[in-house]
């Protein structure tokens, strides 16, 4: 009798796990399917931004992730503040680059024109650059805080 209740059990045992694997793919079906609506809503080519992460959505995920505590926009908005060009020219090339390879284009491209205002000395162009930039960053970013909802 010994030998059916443990045969029993590790029946049961193997359809929960079962059912535990179909949970968790459906939860990461979800977030990816999250994830690529954020993409859409950027206005992001998908396939090219999975492509730069060698077709790793969870990995992408890891990094879009992690970019709501990168700190070269705080730090960029603090060079701003001062009119300390060099550094202004510093994080926002850093954000640029960082929302660039993310696939944020659009906030990408205003950091770009940040970068240009310092690089050309047109430094009276930088704090209406810069506020498209601090627009783009806001939907960014709130649009990353609903991927954890």
């Known amino acids: 009798m010994q030998i059916c209740a443990v045969f029993v059990t590790i029946r049961v045992r193997q359809k929960e796990i079962k059912w535990a694997v179909r949970i968790l793919d459906t ?49 960029l908005c603090d060079a701003v503040e001062k009119e300390d060009h060099d550094q202004i020219l510093l994080h926002a090339h850093t954000l640029k680059g960082v929302a660039l390879n993310l696939g944020f284009d659009c906030l990408g491209k205003e950091a770009a024109k940040v970068v240009k205002d310092v690089r050309e000395e047109k ?13 783009e960053h806001e939907k960014v970013i709130q649009l990353l805080s609903q991927l954890d909802e």
Do not use: C, H
């Not at 730069?52 to 070269?72: I, Y």
């Not at 162009?125 to 506020?131: M, Q």
């Open 27 to 75: 939860e990461r079906q979800i977030i990816n399917m999250k994830l690529k609506e954020m993409y859409d809503q950027l206005e992001s080519n998908w396939e090219e931004v999975v492509g730069r992460f060698a077709g790793n959505e969870k990995l992408l995920l890891k990094f879009t992730k992690k970019f709501q505590t990168d700190l070269s926009y705080s730090n």
């Open 123 to 135: 430094y009276g162009d930088i704090p209406a650059d810069f506020s498209r930039t601090k627009e």
